[in-house]
């Protein structure tokens, strides 16, 4: 906690807003996913489960899909504190890196979750979901594994481009 009053109060507040954003886009990202999955499978022609079983589905879904946007949520807090109370200067550098940490998770997160919501084998969506659920200690790992990759990727390549802009 040391390290915590070191920081300017306002880029505290932007920190845990951060934070909160980060944690909590998981679910509507799921919600988004779910209405994307259900127009594309339509215009496949495929026969889709109705508005109120497909919620049913969801729910627990993006329950069990939310822990890579913890994880994510976390580190990339606890990061930015070390930073910042090392350097305080380099704030803006470290909110892109966590921006681009947050766009790496939510195009790996995507890419998973997409490819369950679309799965058009013998009982469609809601096998997707049991056998989520049921292989929990695996998907959950693995999407953790994928995100933070994700998340390392997005990062990195914001790193790179502000090295390339000289502005780190």
Known sequence: MGDLEQ??????????????????????????????????????????????RGVELLLPFALWAEPP?????????????????????????GMAMALGAYSGLVLSHGFIVTGLLLYEGPGGLAEAVYMFMALWMITI?????????????????????????NKV
């Open 7 to 52: 920081i300017h109060p306002r880029h505290r507040f932007l920190i845990g807003l951060f934070f909160h954003v980060t944690w909590l886009s998981g679910p509507v990202l799921m919600a988004l996913y779910g209405v994307a999955a259900r127009a594309i499978l339509l215009g496949r022609g495929v026969e889709v489960v109705s508005w109120e």
């Open 69 to 93: 946007f913890l994880v994510v949520a976390v580190m990339t807090r606890k990061r930015l504190r070390q930073l910042i109370s090392r350097d305080p200067g380099a704030f803006r550098t």
């Open 141 to 165: 790992p693995y999407m953790i594994a994928v995100a933070g990759v994700g998340a390392l990727v997005g990062a990195g390549l914001v790193w790179v481009l502000l090295r390339l802009l």
